[in-house]
């Protein structure tokens, strides 16, 4: 038993790996960037310029990122968690200090082939570096107090330095992610419990620090109509093109308010209201399966980990994921106000669909290597 | 291996994953419940929000009916506008062009800077228009010049032309720009650069010179542009108006009189189609259309001549010695007089307390019924006016039709004024006098007639006694032509009404004896009248009365004729007002020659003519009656 265990720990090779490869997830994010090719053909008026075809190198791209890190040794993952946080913590000192020092109010760094944005790394990064965290305690140690100080700062330092760009969406979503993690960690019930009821005076106080555009779109969001030419518009084109969709759709490149530009950011946030109005229901319905499969094999996978760093991290993975098409998929329906966050793997745009992707290798690594198990000291054991 | 520790984290992690992944399955359902409200149960709100996005109704204006005259010459037509416009995204640089485009056609720096303004206001793929109005050649230049003219475009527009310029601008009228109070259901109205009818028969009968509008439902995007058309109903033309105006009559009369303010109308007598309606002096409706300056419209409307008048059908004058004809059918039908019966004039007549005096200072001694038309003696139109009465007097002036409006297709004519004694204690609050009839005995007093009044009453004189009312317009095809009523009177007393009217002309004692027949085929008769303006005074009387020359133009007599030709088979009526014009005979009457001269040449020319046919067919009709 033992020793067939220590077998599989050791000697699995490449070939065996990329044999474990978990195909439904391949599959299904494949089927998932496919709507995207298809709808950026669409709203290129039905040209695979300018859109389809950069997104279709990038996510070759990313597919091939996302099974090198699916096949690195997960302990390889555990052992890079904290260095990687604090590189991705550096760059974004980096990007706030050159839009502080006015040399541009950049998000990104160019790496020539494609911008890197560095709050995209963070929301890697810090799930990476809280597994790691959690995985080193015991559950008792997990309940204390004082071993709730380091993760809080952890996701702290990334939040104040995204929130200073201004980007309210990441930052939301760092924050969903890391308290996922400190959720599943271990962190006591009742400190969620308070901390739900303190974002009532948070928000509050959150208010008044917000940037005039941020608070005009909370308002409008309240009520689109508020300001329908201006911050009240998106919302409600988009809701419009959703609707008109009907069942059935207007059909592939027929959609009116996508053709016609009566739709904003039809190629990126709002994608999904362009698959609505041309596939109408069914398409709606079809994306959000594809979604919710994908999802729910993530979780499955998740549940038999036997690492807590590795369940940690993919379930961390899973949850952003979710976040993203949630958050997006809400605000395209103008349930939520307009932030941007795109659309998983099917928005247009690299630094996205590569952290997705990262995501979802990261997955994929703790399914290969489900059966590792990892000392609390970190080391190879 | 599998620590205590670990067994315990597992089933933490497992136990609060599974709470986060039911949120996470809460939450998708909300999107999929959302999708479901908004794609199934809001689909039909939202289909239509989105055809209102996308679809925009464009109005096709119709083209304006034209207005021709009976022989299909244009009066008012739709011409061609070349214009030049620029669409500032075409242009690389819209002042690099606008250049360019300055050696072709004069650009001034005023229209330059509306020019730039504009271009910046506007979307950049909405035309401006850079100059119209162009001619034919500087418009071919431009197009021949198009490659080195980026995002210039040549455009044709419609706009409406008179091309007779002021012959018929108190009939035909003008357009304009719509102003805000007349904006109503008609959409048409509020497209820009429409014109509507402002003036004369292009805003009396506004509608159905407009046409009906068409629509174009064309598909926008967010922007406006239009991208492509998805239905069309093209607009209908408006009607053509066909009037009774005959061009080169009109053309004749205008210059006849040009210099003079009067008015003249010429008419069928039996059909009642009018050949000429002239007022002078006339304005130029082209100017109305394009918007008339302060300074030009000021002029026009202090002119003492009133051009903006319409002096044909809105003024009113009184009718003088025209009116006697009215006077002796009336003592002849009601047997207070006849032929024979000779009444002396000394030039004085006693009524009342009053003398009345007749305009031939030495009097005309014994005259009988024809002579006393011919010469136009006062004397006896007082007393035989007086045997008569005002009652039957205005009676017969409304068998010929004095005193009220014909309805004819030209706006603001006036009543006139046909006197009676109920109209005087109404108005007045006074008893009718006998000195009142004696006045308008001959023609003045109250009664008070407009110059088609005047051509229509002449008509029924000579016609054979049919009561034609005037036409401007053919009537519209497929309605019955109806022969006017007769009017009551006997064929004896009319001969000798229309005797006395051929001896004012072809008799030595009749007033216009200078005008008679000298060349073959221009027989006509009429009557003459000069009409005080001013009453002469007693005082005046007894020094020496001035003779017209002598007064301020607007205090001299208007001058008047009412006539007809040929004297045999009489086929048309003139009515001359020249005001301020002095002596009817003198004045008026050689333009009512001249006039019915030109007619019977131009049938000679051309006898083939419709101004024959249509004559002649009504001729035949009833030749009878006469």
Request: charged share 20%; aromatic share 8%; proline share 4%.
């Amino acid at each position: 038993m033992a020793a067939r265990l220590q077998g599989r720990r050791y000697s699995k090779s490449l070939l065996q790996k990329l044999s474990e490869l978990n195909l439904l997830i391949v599959v299904v994010v494949i089927m998932i960037a496919v709507v995207g090719f298809a709808l950026l053909y669409s709203v290129a008026g039905g040209a695979a310029d300018p859109w389809a075809k950069k997104q279709v190198i990038r996510f070759v791209i990313g597919m091939f990122g996302m099974v090198v890190i699916a096949v690195i040794d997960i302990r390889v993952w555990m052992f890079l968690a904290y260095p990687f946080y604090f590189l991705s913590l550096m760059l974004l000192v980096i990007v706030s200090v050159m839009g502080q020092t006015g040399m541009g109010a950049t998000r990104w760094i160019n790496l020539g082939f494609m911008n890197l944005q560095p709050s995209e790394l963070m929301k890697i990064a810090l799930i990476l570096a809280l597994a790691r965290y959690y995985h080193c305690l015991t559950k008792d140690e997990a309940g204390q107090y004082g071993r709730l100080i380091p993760p809080l700062l952890m996701i702290a330092a990334p939040v104040i330095l995204v929130l200073m760009q201004p980007d309210l969406g990441t930052s939301l979503l760092i924050i969903a992610g890391g308290v996922a993690i400190l959720f599943c960690g271990g962190v006591r019930l009742w400190i969620f419990i308070v901390g739900l009821m303190a974002m009532i005076p948070a928000a509050f106080f959150a208010w008044n620090f917000m940037k005039p555009y941020q608070q005009s779109r909370v308002l409008t969001f309240l009520n689109p109509e508020r300001d329908p030419l201006g911050a009240g518009y998106h919302s409600i084109q988009a809701k419009i093109a959703v609707g008109s969709g009907g069942v059935h759709g207007k059909g592939f490149i027929q959609g009116s308010q996508s053709q016609l530009n009566f739709l904003p950011e039809k190629h990126t946030d709002f994608i999904f209201t362009v698959l609505a109005e041309e596939f109408g229901l069914m398409g709606g319905v079809g994306l959000l399966g594809l979604y919710i499969i994908l999802l729910a094999y993530a979780l499955i996978i998740c549940m038999g980990v036997r690492s807590q760093f590795g369940r940690l991290l993919s379930f961390g993975m899973a949850v952003t994921f979710f976040l993203y098409m949630f958050i997006n998929v809400a605000m395209n329906l103008g349930m939520v106000p307009v932030v941007g966050v795109p659309l998983p793997l099917v928005s247009y745009g690299g630094s996205a669909m590569l952290t997705l992707l990262v995501g979802i290798g990261f997955v994929l690594c703790a399914a290969i290597h489900r059966d590792t198990t990892i000392s609390r000291g970190g080391a190879f054991a | 291996m599998v620590t205590a520790s670990d067994d315990q984290k597992y089933k933490l992690f497992t136990r609060r994953a599974g709470l986060i992944s039911g949120g996470m399955l809460i939450l998708t359902s909300g999107l999929l419940g959302r999708l479901y409200y908004l794609q199934v149960i809001g689909q039909n709100q939202y289909k239509l929000l989105a055809d209102k996005n996308r679809i925009s109704l464009r109005l096709l204006a119709p083209e304006r009916g034209k207005i021709l005259d009976r022989n299909g010459h244009d009066l008012a037509i739709n011409r061609t506008d070349y214009r030049v416009n620029i669409i500032p995204e075409e242009a690389d640089n819209v002042e690099e062009t606008l250049e360019a485009l300055k050696a072709i056609l004069p650009i001034s720096e005023r229209q330059r800077r509306r020019i730039l303004k504009a271009v910046k206001r506007q979307r950049a793929f909405l035309p401006v228009t850079v100059a119209e109005n162009l001619d034919w050649a500087t418009f071919a230049r431009v197009n021949i010049n198009i490659p080195d003219l980026p995002g210039i475009q040549p455009d044709m527009g419609i706009t409406r032309y008179y091309p007779e310029k002021d012959l018929l601008a108190h009939i035909v009228g003008y357009v304009s720009s719509v102003n805000e109070q007349e904006i109503g259901e008609d959409p048409l109205l509020e497209l820009p650069g429409f014109k509507i009818g402002k003036n004369g028969m292009e805003r009396i009968l506004d509608q159905r010179l407009r046409g009906k509008a068409g629509n174009s439902r064309v598909e926008v995007n967010v922007m406006g542009r239009m991208i492509r058309e998805l239905s069309r109903n093209d607009s209908v033309s408006g009607d053509t108006l066909n009037l009774t105006i005959d061009r080169d009559i009109q053309k004749f009369t205008a210059d006849r009189v040009r210099d003079e303010s009067a008015a003249v109308v010429v008419m069928d007598v039996h059909s009642g189609e009018i050949l000429s309606l002239t007022s002078t002096p006339a304005f130029d409706p082209n100017d109305f259309n394009l918007g008339i300056s302060q300074k030009k419209y000021d002029a026009l409307l202090n002119d003492a001549r009133k051009p903006l008048t319409n002096k044909a059908v809105q003024g009113e004058y009184p009718p003088g010695s025209t009116f006697k004809m009215i006077v002796a059918l009336a003592a002849l039908e009601a047997g207070v007089i006849d032929d024979q019966e000779k009444i002396f004039c000394n030039s004085r007549y006693e009524i009342g307390n009053t003398t009345k005096h007749c305009w031939k200072r030495e009097g005309h001694g014994h005259v009988a019924m024809v002579e006393a038309i011919a010469a136009s003696c006062d004397v006896y139109f007082y007393e035989i006016a007086g045997r008569v009465g005002i009652d039957k007097i205005h009676d017969m002036a409304a068998r010929f039709g004095l005193g009220r409006k014909f309805g004819i297709d030209i706006p603001g004519e006036r009543n006139g004024l046909n006197p009676s004694k109920g109209w005087k204690l109404a108005n007045r609050g006074a008893r009718w006098q006998g000195g009142d009839t004696a006045n308008v005995g001959i023609g003045q007093g109250d009664v008070l007639v407009t110059p088609l009044q005047l051509c229509v009453m002449t008509s029924r004189l000579v016609n054979g006694g049919r009561a034609v009312t005037p036409k401007i317009l053919f009537p519209e095809k497929g309605s019955s032509l109806e022969l006017p009523e007769k009017i009551s009177y006997q064929q004896k007393n009319m001969d000798i009404i229309l005797q006395g009217m051929a001896a004012v002309v072809n008799r030595p004692f009749g007033v216009a004896y200078a005008l008679r027949e000298t060349e073959k085929g221009l027989s006509f008769g009429g009557k003459t009248g000069s009409a005080q303006v001013r009453r002469i005074t007693k005082s005046e009387r007894d020094v020496r009365v001035r003779k017209n020359e002598e007064k301020p133009w607007i205090e001299r007599d208007h001058a008047l004729f009412v006539g007809y030709g040929p004297l045999e088979n009489p086929r048309y009526a003139v009515s001359v007002i020249v005001e301020h014009g002095g002596g009817g005979a003198t004045k008026a009457a050689p333009i009512a020659k001249d006039v019915l001269g030109y007619i019977f040449a131009k049938e000679q020319e051309t006898p083939s003519k419709k101004i024959l046919a249509s004559a002649g067919k009504m001729h035949g009709s009833h030749g009878e009656d006469i």
